[in-house]
């Protein structure tokens, strides 16, 4: 993954240096909140919580779509 500088390089030149601003400003408002119920296991939970709320939207989205064990509408 990023395992050089060359590595970091290349992902600041495809990330909108705004839009990263914004995603960490949020992070770090999330971790805080997080920190008192959770501690230093904030950031798994937060990830864990972020993982399920993708597959939710994705099994959504299929369903949405009408893709269901293959078949489209």
Not at 9 to 29: G, H, P, V
Not at 33 to 43: N, P, Q, T
Not at 65 to 73: D, T
Request: net charge negative; no cysteine.
């Amino acid at each position: 993954m990023l395992g050089t500088k060359e590595d970091v390089m290349e992902l600041e030149n495809n990330i909108d240096e705004y839009i990263f601003f914004q995603f960490l400003s949020a992070y770090q408002e999330l971790l805080t909140e997080l920190r008192g119920k959770y501690g230093k296991e904030a950031h798994d939970v937060l990830m864990q919580y972020l993982e399920f709320k993708h597959s939710e939207t994705v099994q959504k989205i299929i369903e949405d779509r009408g893709i269901l064990n293959g078949i489209s509408r």
